[in-house]
């Protein structure tokens, strides 16, 4: 078990998601930066579908009352156990009593914390994705007990790895959206030229983009909508809809972005920038 | 069997798109869950796919993402052409208590004034028609309903509401629904339903499926809570009667 000494600003368990709800109108959820969270499952030799910690901005901290060993990906945000500097990127073992906290944030947005076997949360829907009503909570809370697995010995294949740096990439890769048509020349000029700011709403749900580029007059019915899908609002506001987003929408989807952008995004944070560049099917 | 035209495009690098002609039908609502089972039955890896449908489309996505677009589009359409007629699932009307108290109905004085209809009027209506689900979304377990007589078409709230009570039934232009949770909400809100829409300890956590229909019945406050409580400890008996195809 791990306990929760603080939770930091935002810390929830997260897997690769759940899959086979959505005609429900429920949304898949899972790690917002998924290749990041797959390494740390990796250097732990988890499984794939492990959950993992995703925490945001500033970390918790953490109090193992269980053996274990742990990692820690992508966003940098100065990790000590018991006070000790530890490497991101990294195999650690943590004995019982050992504390997990983090300090200034270096880059990105959102680290990844892997343990031996996964944190062992609830499962509702086939996942431990918390998503609040499927799930009691919708993020860790001071004083919450966590489980996870007993393990005193492990000899990985592989103890580090050197960090990636793609996370800090400021390029999105798009396809084009349903209603990429209605989009007319001097708005696809800006979008494909201009760089674009993330507004302070953005959250595991959608991101959105502070430059406005156009409004438009486009009706239409209601259509699924997915991850990554960039919406247009009739004020020419752009919104990404991320893992928590809603399954449908009624907001022209002109662009679509490619699913390692995905995982670009969620590293970013407000007043950061991104620009778009096509990837034509 | 159909002949509609139908459009098939990618949607990213791991769903596919197919759109039906632009209208709310629900002749085209049918065919589109017609052409989902067939799919079902047809794509021997269907499990690895989810299927949203919703008014004139239906979007297939893949779980491994990873989409060979141009042999998917092919089988797709052949999948369409050959299918067979009427191969959708049952589908049901479910009958849905709601309580249309003013301690419920928080917006019904408002609605009755700009509707210029008494709140008798508006519960007769309301109650009277029968609604198609065409779509799901928005929450889980939300319902896009159609059918609402234009008598009741009402615009939204300017300033939504920061929370809006679970099981809300609410009017918002065309529409009519259920908040299936507490949700912040632009809606018009006319009343209650007791009954849980969504229950994420249920293999199934949404007993509506896409392409029913629901109908409304007014009831008292006593009946209010023992429908509550009935749901609550999962003795309500839920009012549905089959669709003939």
Redesign the interface.
């Known amino acids: 078990m791990l306990k929760v000494i603080h939770p930091g600003f935002f810390t929830t368990v997260q897997d690769t998601g759940r ?9 898949v959820c899972g790690c917002m930066d998924n290749y990041s969270a797959s390494i740390a499952n990796s250097l732990l030799e988890n499984k794939e579908t492990d959950a993992v910690m995703e925490i945001t901005m500033t970390g918790p901290e953490l109090e193992f009352h269980t053996s274990s060993f742990f990692s820690i990906t992508g966003a940098e945000m100065s990790p000590t156990l018991n006070g000790i500097p530890v490497n991101s990127y990294e195999v650690h073992k943590a004995k019982e009593g050992d504390v997990l906290s983090f300090g200034k944030l270096i880059n990105g947005f959102r680290s990844y914390l892997a343990v031996k076997g996964g944190f062992l949360t609830e499962v ?2 086939r996942s431990r994705s918390f998503y609040k ?2 799930t009691d909570k919708n993020r860790i809370k001071e004083r919450m007990e966590i489980p996870i697995e007993e393990h005193t010995e492990y000899s990985p294949i592989i103890s580090h790895i050197k960090p990636e740096a793609w996370h800090k990439e400021h390029e999105l890769i798009v ?1 084009k ?2 209603e990429y048509k209605i989009l007319k020349d001097d708005q696809l000029k800006l979008l494909f030229t201009g760089k674009f700011t993330i507004a302070k709403e953005n959250n595991r749900m959608a991101y959105q983009l502070e430059e406005l580029i156009g409004a438009h007059s486009h009706r ?5 909508t ?1 991850p ?2 960039i919406q247009l609002t009739p004020a020419g506001k752009l919104i990404i809809l991320m893992r928590d987003g ?4 009624g907001y022209p ?1 002109v662009l ?4 390692k952008s995905i995982a670009i995004l969620a590293q970013k944070k407000f007043r950061d920038t991104v620009s778009f560049h096509p990837l034509r ?1 | 069997m159909s002949s509609y035209p139908i459009l098939i495009r990618p949607f990213g690098e791991d769903a596919i798109l197919i759109e039906w002609p632009n209208e709310v039908s629900e002749a085209i609502l049918y065919d589109i869950l017609d052409f989902a089972e067939s799919f079902k039955l047809v794509f021997k890896d269907s499990n690895k796919w989810e299927l949203i449908p919703a008014y004139n489309s239906l979007t297939l996505i893949n779980r491994e993402n990873k989409i060979d677009f141009s042999k998917t589009k092919f089988l797709l359409q052949e999948c369409f052409k050959n299918r067979k007629a009427g191969g959708h699932p049952q589908r049901y009307l479910w009958k849905l208590p709601v309580c249309y108290d003013l301690e419920f109905g928080i917006d019904l004085e408002e609605v009755s004034t700009t509707l210029g209809k008494s709140i008798e009027d508006i519960i007769k209506a309301h109650t009277h028609h029968i609604y198609t689900v065409y779509g799901m979304g928005f929450l889980p377990g939300f319902m896009y309903l159609g059918g609402l007589p234009k008598e009741l078409e009402t615009a939204r709230k300017s300033v939504p509401r920061l929370r809006v009570f679970k099981g809300s039934v609410g009017l918002a232009g065309k529409q009519t629904g259920i908040y299936p949770q507490d949700s912040p909400g632009g809606w018009n809100i006319i009343g209650n339903c007791p009954i849980s829409l969504f229950n994420v300890n249920l293999e199934n956590p949404c007993f509506v499926n896409v392409g029913d229909q629901i109908q409304f019945y007014a009831i008292t406050r006593a009946e209010y809570d023992l429908h509550r409580i009935e749901t609550e400890v999962g003795i309500y008996n839920l009012d549905k009667i089959k669709i003939d195809a």
Do not use: C, D, N
């Open positions: 899959f086979g709800y959505r005609e429900k109108g429920v949304p509702k829907l009503p499927i396809y959206g349903p239409m019915l209601t259509s699924a997915l990554g899908t809603q399954t449908t929408g989807r679509q972005l490619a699913t099917h």
